[in-house]
């Protein structure tokens, strides 16, 4: 399975959470890929309209609220698609076997129905949604202003969060 999208949701936690803006190198260190990898991500998602970059300044920003981006919104981005599309039906069955000539419509039907029921859960969560539940496992302070706030007084690097007591929990 492809991990476009978590490695999405990651990316952008990272960028709505760090001090300034993070740059392709530095989310990269954290998701564990290569930065090439984010840039191709961080590229979709601007596409999409989710963030935003400026020419001869690095790193990224949301473009819009955590609250307003669904996790719908980001799997769309990088997927390139147009709707949640989990399932594949194989392409060459016997017409000749009975199984063989009803596969596609029994199966198109359960799937789509399926993708569907995805569709709505990945519309009803939010950005913020997990980054409210970051907070929760890491001992973040709940609110996005506290988070701020004790970023700013962390002397650490940027994203100095990622390494507080509890992280990967």
């Given at each position: 399975?492809?991990?476009?999208?978590?490695?999405?949701i990651h990316t952008l936690i990272l960028i709505s959470e760090?001090?300034?803006?993070?740059?392709?190198?530095?989310?990269?260190?954290?998701?564990?890929?290569?930065?090439?990898?984010?840039?191709?991500?961080?590229?979709?998602?601007?596409?999409?309209?989710?963030?935003?970059?400026?020419?001869?300044?690095?790193?990224?920003?949301?473009?819009?609220?955590?609250?307003?981006?669904?996790?719908?919104?980001?799997?769309?981005?990088?997927?390139?698609?147009?709707?949640?599309?989990?399932?594949?039906?194989?392409?060459?069955?016997?017409?000749?076997?009975?199984?063989?000539?009803?596969?596609?419509?029994?199966?198109?039907?359960?799937?789509?129905?399926?993708?569907?029921?995805?569709?709505?859960?990945?519309?009803?969560?939010?950005?913020?949604?997990?980054?409210?539940?970051?907070?929760?496992?890491?001992?973040?302070?709940?609110?996005?202003?506290?988070?701020?706030?004790?970023?700013?007084?962390?002397?650490?690097?940027?994203?100095?969060?990622?390494?507080?007591?509890?992280?990967?929990?």
């Amino acid at each position: 399975m492809d991990t476009k999208f978590s490695s999405a949701i990651h990316t952008l936690i990272l960028i709505s959470e760090a001090r300034e803006p993070m740059n392709s190198d530095r989310i990269a260190s954290s998701v564990g890929t290569n930065a090439s990898y984010i840039r191709k991500l961080t590229s979709l998602m601007k596409k999409r309209g989710i963030i935003d970059s400026r020419k001869g300044v690095a790193g990224f920003s949301l473009s819009r609220s955590a609250d307003s981006i669904t996790l719908l919104d980001i799997y769309l981005a990088v997927t390139d698609a147009d709707g949640v599309r989990i399932f594949d039906i194989h392409r060459n069955p016997n017409d000749v076997c009975i199984v063989g000539a009803n596969i596609e419509p029994v199966l198109s039907e359960a799937f789509r129905s399926m993708e569907e029921e995805v569709e709505r859960a990945l519309s009803s969560r939010t950005l913020q949604d997990c980054i409210d539940d970051m907070a929760m496992r890491v001992d973040w302070p709940r609110s996005a202003d506290e988070r701020l706030k004790a970023l700013r007084q962390d002397d650490g690097v940027d994203i100095s969060y990622c390494h507080r007591k509890g992280a990967g929990k």
